[in-house]
């Protein structure tokens, strides 16, 4: 009998809401890092194009944390061991849509920075830096 592999809902719900949401941790660690050094910043802007998770229209910077999993990152990105098509192809579309934001971005001139959740998990003075060239030449 063919059974098809199959993720249970429960689980399911477990990885989007790791992995999809708002307010992850690893945003909320960097949100940190900026307010604590005096950078004011709109979270989510509805007003600039692909939401940012942060970012500062007067300075058009916007920044980006972006989970290791749900945008595939080079380092970190391996396929689920089930439905590998599915989360693939998943990631893949990400990927796109986020070329698409960024060059919309770039186009209107504005800096944007792009942070990996395991960066911040590794060292949150070096994305602090990161975000400070951005922000200082913004
Ligand atoms: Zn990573």
Known sequence: ?????????KIRSKIMSSIKSKNTRPE????RLLWKSG???RIHDSTVAGNPDISNKRRKIAIF????????CNKCYVSPKTNIAYWDEKII???????????SL???NWAVV???EHEIKEDQE?????????????
């Not at 009998?1 to 809902?9: F, L, T």
């Not at 909320?28 to 949100?31: L, M």
């Open 65 to 72: 944390v972006d989970g290791c999993f749900w945008h595939g």
């Open 126 to 138: 070096s994305v602090l830096q990161k975000i400070e060239l951005a922000w200082q030449n913004s």
């Open 39 to 41: 950078k004011r910043y």
């Open 114 to 116: 792009q942070i990996w």
């Open 93 to 103: 579309r990400n990927a796109k849509r986020r070329t698409n934001v960024l060059r």
């Open 106 to 108: 770039l186009k209107e």
């Open 28 to 31: 909320i660690a960097v949100r």
């Open 1 to 9: 009998m063919y059974v098809p592999e199959k993720i249970s809902p």
